[in-house]
Each structure stands twice: as C-alpha cells, then as structure tokens.
C-alpha cells in the first residue's frame, strides 16, 4: 500500500529532513526535558523528541526513573508546544520515546486530546526493543498516531503503524552486519515506502559527524540531533549552492 502523506513540517530547505531536537532546544545539560526546552524548539522551527515514563498514574517526561519526581507532565509539555505552536502558526514534529510498556496505553491517551490529533502532522511513538507493544496499543492509539518498534534494520515487520505510516526508526545502537544509516540503506527504505528517522551521533555521546551524517541522510524524513542548528546551516548552506553553482538563499520560515 501506498505509505500515507505526512506533510506539515519545517525543513531548513524544500528538500531536507525535518529537524528534531533530542529532548528539546537545550544548551546546558539541565535544561533537557524541559517546558522552556520545548517551547525553544518549536519557536526556531524545529520539532520535538520527549521521553516518557510513569509516575503515580500520570505520564511524565523523563528519561531515567530518577527523573521523574521534578518531571513536568505529558500533557503540560504538549500545552507548552502548542501554546508556542498557535503564535508561530505551525505543527512541529513529535516523538514520544516510550521508556516503560505501562506508559504506551495512557501515552496514547494523552495524544488523543492533543492538537496533534488532527492527523496533519501525527506523532510517533517509538517503543522500545524491551518493552514492545503491549495488547490494545494499536487500538489505543488510533489512525492518527503512528508508533515503531524500535529494532534491527532490515526487519521490516519492526516497522509496522496504523494507516500507511511505515516510520524506520533507527538510532546508533542498532547492530547487524550492515550500518543501516548509511546512505545506501536509508535510500533503499526510502524506496520500498518508508519514512526513515536517524538519530545524530552526538546524541549518544560520540564525536558529532554533521557533514558527512547530512550528506547521507538527506532523503530521510527526520534526524532527531542534539545540534539543530549546525544541521540547519549544512543543508541551507548546500541548497544555496545547488547542485549547478550558486542558487538563491532559500528563504526562512
């Protein structure tokens, strides 16, 4: 089946990924996770990466459970985008790292009330490999949120979602023979009707490639980054030069 359009994003130019920032819009590590984070990401155009877990009955953001005591709720960081969203006129992107599988079904929940719902730009939830879908996600989440199991490229049953939307999630901690964010792989997913989304070498604390990970990746649907904005002037700096000499700065939205 044809893969469904997801259209509304921000691209730095007509022909780039989107742009999504790891845990929001941050300079110093405290600020990660954050409402001010968030709202920073979606003021300069970008979209959103957020990590969810439990606490006492609610869905907060938080990467380790350590966090969660000062964690500022689901529902609170997606009031803050979308506060933030209304003044600029725009749907950011939005992916929803899964932490634990007692968080999927009450994620989703969350979702489900949220200008995201709207199907235009649907969020992604990512699950992952030790927590897979529990019994009802699918159910849970309805057509208009697309989640991914997060596992070994080239298993293509991993990247199953509701409506067409075949989202590859792929970050450095894949293994197999092959790096399956290589140009090559991640032009092959493009092809048989996926929407690939690299995650940056810096998010995980190695050396940042920008140029060489911008070049490879420029036929992916999103790159989730800690350095937003040294992507933005690689692919803006290339699309002004063209692939024939110089060409027009591409204007900002």
């Not at 730095?12 to 996770?33: D, F, I, Q």
Request: glycine residues 6%; proline residues 12%; aromatic residues 8%.
């Amino acid at each position: 089946p044809t893969p469904a359009p997801l259209p509304v994003h921000r691209p730095p130019t007509p022909m780039s990924p989107a742009l999504v920032c790891h845990r929001g819009l941050w300079h110093e590590p405290r600020e990660k996770n954050t409402l001010a984070a968030f709202q920073a990401a979606v003021s300069h155009g970008y979209g959103v990466e957020l990590d969810v877990r439990m606490r006492r009955g609610q869905v907060v953001v938080a990467h380790h459970p350590a966090e969660t005591p000062k964690a500022p709720t689901l529902g609170e960081a997606l009031d803050a985008m979308a506060e933030q969203a209304t003044r600029d006129g725009w749907t950011p992107r939005l992916i929803v790292d899964v932490k634990e599988a007692a968080a999927q079904i009450p994620t989703a929940r969350v979702l489900r009330s949220t200008p995201w719902s709207d199907g235009r730009e649907p969020p992604h939830l990512v699950l992952r490999s030790d927590a897979p879908a529990v019994p009802g996600l699918p159910e849970a989440l309805t057509p208009k949120v697309a989640f991914t199991e997060a596992r070994s490229w080239p298993d293509r049953e991993a990247f199953r979602q509701p409506e067409g939307h075949r989202i590859a999630y792929g970050d450095a901690f894949f293994s197999g023979p092959t790096d399956w964010r290589s140009q090559a792989c991640v032009e092959t997913l493009v092809a048989e009707g996926f929407y690939p989304i690299l995650t940056s070498d810096e998010v995980y604390g190695r050396r940042p490639r920008i140029r060489e990970q911008a070049s490879n990746w420029q036929s992916a649907y999103a790159i989730v980054t800690d350095l937003p904005d040294a992507y933005r002037r690689v692919f803006e700096a290339g699309h002004r030069r063209g692939p024939d000499g110089p060409t027009a700065p591409h204007r900002r939205v």
